[in-house]
């Protein structure tokens, strides 16, 4: 039975091919290195580089990859991500605008001034929200444990030492951390392309094998390896799609998907996950968020107490209150006579520790009533910067 995981025999390169294994052993580090900041040495911000992941038509193939990639990122605001080998710096910039705190990593100085600048005069914002760091090829300037995430977007094929690189991966990655990379495949080094490159500039452009990947991997601490057997779906016409519904008639639909990835697997890329321990299931993720929601209040001359009992009904941990992404904080909210909603009338940062599946937290709220004068008053919760648990199901209750 084919399988990915199966070691293939070594063969040598076809006479005339240039053998990757035979060029990484014959450079060096410093002599790689300099070859990597080579390529950026006379490129400018007018490159079509910095347009990516909407550079031409490359856009086609690139956009799905990145699909894949950000699917399986388990992405949350507030994440720390390490992106290795970010080049001109795209993925950065776009991880941080989506609310991820990065650290971007190049061997190539003159690619990270490049990144940097090019970010700031796009997005000035963005100031702080990337560390640009100069890598060695050997040690990633990063604490042990302080990365959530790594992603590896056609950059980890170029490493002459891809078991150095992973052992950082892992030192690097918390415990729940991952490794997302967006690779060419297994015969990578032997394409038209690859040939090219490595005969004109004398850069790596070496083979993903996964079967040799995983046991390197397992060495640096990882404890899963999972890949995705496609980027782009094939189109099903409408009787092949609808046969999906049946399991008897679904089978040569799916006999014909299945072609369609296997066909594939010798030439196609490689995308591929890399996990420490099991995630944590918390309430930075909005899958799984669900609460009842009760309360009694007391008139206390001009004030309002509100007793709040909150259980958790949904399938993950809530995180404590405060003002990191995923923190549980309880919201009052108001209506006015005209229908209108203020989400943002009042927060309160009154759960201390992590609310567990099935736990109860009762959280005490005292407010004066002038304050919310002729409207009507709510409560809910709030996973911040991820979502009300309103919209995640039962709406907010009424307390007034
Ligand atoms: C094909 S580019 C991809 C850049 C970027 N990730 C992107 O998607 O545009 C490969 C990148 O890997 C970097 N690189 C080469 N050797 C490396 C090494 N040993 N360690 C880390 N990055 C390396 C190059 O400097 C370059 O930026």
Known sequence: MFSVFKKKPVTQAPEGLIDVRALIAASTLPSHLRLAEAYFQNMSLASGEFRKPFMGAEAVQLVPLLGVMLSHLRFHSGVRILDFGCGTGWLSQSLAL???????????????????ANTL???????????YCEFDGEHLDVEDGQIDRVVCMDSFHHVPNPDVILREFGRVLANDGRAVFS???????????????MRTFGVIENDIVLADIWPLAQRAGFKELKVAPYAVPPLLSLQEFDDLRSRARAKATMNKLFTDVYSSLPTGGRQ??????????????RDGLAAHLTAKTFSDGPLLKIDLVARNTGTTTWRPSGQTAGSVNVGLIT??????????????????AQVH????????????????????????????????????????????
């Open 98 to 116: 989506m609310g991820a705190e990065v650290v971007a990593v190049d061997p190539s100085a003159t690619a990270l001034r490049l990144a940097e």
């Open 272 to 285: 591929f996950v890399l996990m420490k321990d099991e995630p944590a299931r918390d309430s930075r993720f």
């Open 183 to 197: 690779e060419p495949g297994e015969n990578h080094s032997r394409s038209a392309e690859s040939q090219h490159a």
């Open 357 to 400: 599946p099935g736990e109860v937290t009762t959280v005490t709220l005292t407010i004066a009533k002038s304050e919310f004068e002729g409207r009507e008053l709510y409560a809910d919760l709030v996973a911040e910067q991820v979502i009300w648990f309103g919209q995640n199901g039962a709406a907010p209750i009424r307390v007034f």
């Open 121 to 131: 005069s796009r997005y000035p914002e963005l100031k702080g929200r990337i560390r």
């Open 335 to 352: 209506r006015g006579p005209g229908g209108d909603w203020d989400y943002e009338f009042r927060r309160y940062r009154s759960i201390p």
